[in-house]
């Protein structure tokens, strides 16, 4: 028998307390202009103190597992993408998988940022195809606000950023009608660690000496994200449109098949961009980063959910993916939902 991995429940989380761009104005020295003209964003949720990563992940995945109509005991591995872990170690994926009350699972933990979920589908999907597991929860979560510099100095990344969660189950399925059948088509991975240094947080870090963490780290602001806005704008743009002709070639459909675009969601200009260069009409593409900002690796999920949620996205309809981010990382993903 032929596998097939098909998308079977989708989910989605914020935390309820919403930050718009004037509520930043009061805290540094930014504008609402500024953010929604260079970026698009108009407000972003952020968590309060007692929340963490895999609490947010937490309820995505309940939703998720019962729009999949599973039950909890149904999935057999967690695949957990996020930049922002509940502690540096053991991976967030763990206390999710306690969260959840899922003893013995396999959990896997991946950290690559942006592009996270993607891998994340892209990995449940090789384990679905190889027999060896029928249900994965694949989530992206993330937890910027508590680690953002929210003073002056770090307005050109804070104002960015928001959390929340996104997951969705794959579900091993038989393959009866290639052309027809729900199920993740192709996935594109790609990496170029010499861009590390273009979007990072430097400390704390092995790679620093004798110490991991120094007063003087902490002084000069190592422990936030640093970015090179512009340079990231121009490879994401770049990279973003070829992995996605590539999708579309090796998956034999044409970009104007594709019904909806999921695009990682770190600059509605990134997007547009994306779509001028490849002739997409706008109206194709799903944004929500004017809600949410960018919350990484549960851009897609969220954005997937939410498009379901407004009839934007059906069953049995084109999905091309792209997303692009630290690392650098960027990827591609075509699925018939
Ligand atoms: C970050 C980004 C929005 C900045 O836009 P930009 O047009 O490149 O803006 P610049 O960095 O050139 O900054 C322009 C000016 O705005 C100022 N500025 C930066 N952040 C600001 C803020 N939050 N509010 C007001 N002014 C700000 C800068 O200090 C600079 O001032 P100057 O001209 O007096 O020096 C844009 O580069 C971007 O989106 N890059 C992609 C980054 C990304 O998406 N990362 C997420 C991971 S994928």
Known sequence: ????????????????????????????????????????????????????TS?????????????????????????FATLSPDHDFPGTGCFLQAKLDLPEIAVLDIRQ????????????????????????????????????????????????????????VVSRRELTNEKTDSRIINTHLYADGSFAKELWIPAPGNALGKDRLTHQMLEEGAHYPQMNGKTVFVHATKRMAECLMHSCKEGGVRLEDVDVFLFHQANLRINSKVAEMLSIPESKIFNTIQNYGNTTAATIPLGMDDAIKAGVLKKGMLVASAAFGSGFTWASALWRQ
């Open 1 to 52: 028998m032929k596998f097939r991995s098909e998308i079977t429940g989708v989910g989605s989380f914020v935390p309820p307390k919403v930050f718009t761009n004037f509520d930043l104005e009061k805290m540094m020295d930014t504008t609402d202009e500024w953010i929604q003209q260079r970026t698009g964003i108009v407000q972003r949720h952020w968590v309060d103190d007692s929340t963490s």
């Open 55 to 79: 609490d947010l992940a937490l309820e995505a995945s309940l939703l998720a597992i019962k729009n999949a109509g599973l039950e909890k005991k149904d999935i057999d591995m967690i695949i």
């Open 113 to 168: 940022q942006c592009t996270g979920f993607i891998y994340g589908i892209s990995i449940a999907d090789k384990f679905i195809l190889s027999g060896t597991h029928k249900n994965i929860l694949v989530v992206g979560a993330e937890v910027h606000s508590k680690g953002l510099d929210k003073t002056p100095n770090g307005r050109n990344v804070a104002v960015l950023f928001g959390d929340g969660a996104g997951a969705v």
